[in-house]
Each structure stands twice: as structure tokens, then as C-alpha cells.
């Protein structure tokens, strides 16, 4: 076995690591956008169905992580789906 052709096995295999690493963290970042796009997606459903609610409709906004409706005002959800969706 030649120096040359050594050195390139070591090179080789260092590099199908950092392609590993790279091409894992290009999927996750990829996985994270999807994800972003989907939650948007919602907020954007939510909102458009908030505008075709009447004025004096009575909403119900659902407690995080259990099976808790609280009765709200439209106006108090509207403004807190446009905070977080960042649409204005």
C-alpha cells in the first residue's frame, strides 16, 4: 500500500463522516421547515376561520396538553394567532 493511497483512505473516511453529519443536519433543518409550513398552514386556517366568525359567536380556546375549553372572545384569539403566525 502506497503513502498516497493511505492518506486518501484516511481523507475518504473522514469525509464520508462529515458528509454523514452534514446530510443529517441538512435533514433536520429540512424536517424543521416542514414542520414551520405546516404549523403556519394551521394558524393560517385558524385565522381565516376567526374572520368568518361572527362578532358575538361564542369560541372556545382549548387548555395546552388536556381536554380544557375556556370561553373567549374573538378578538382575544384573533390578535393571539396573529402573534404567533407573525401574518400582521
Known amino acids: 500500500m502506497t503513502f498516497r493511497k493511505l492518506v486518501g483512505d484516511l481523507f475518504a473516511s473522514r469525509f464520508i463522516g462529515l458528509k454523514f453529519t452534514c446530510a443529517s443536519r441538512y435533514w433536520f433543518i ?3 421547515t416542514v414542520n414551520k409550513q405546516r404549523e403556519v398552514q394551521e394558524l393560517e386556517t385558524i385565522l381565516y376561520e376567526l374572520n368568518t366568525v361572527k ?4 369560541v372556545y380556546k382549548q387548555q395546552q396538553n388536556s381536554n380544557v375549553y375556556f370561553l373567549t372572545h374573538v378578538g382575544l384569539l384573533k390578535s393571539e394567532v396573529q ?5 400582521g
Open 30 to 32: 429540512a424536517m424543521e
Open 55 to 58: 362578532k358575538n359567536a361564542k
Open 83 to 87: 402573534s404567533k403566525s407573525y401574518l
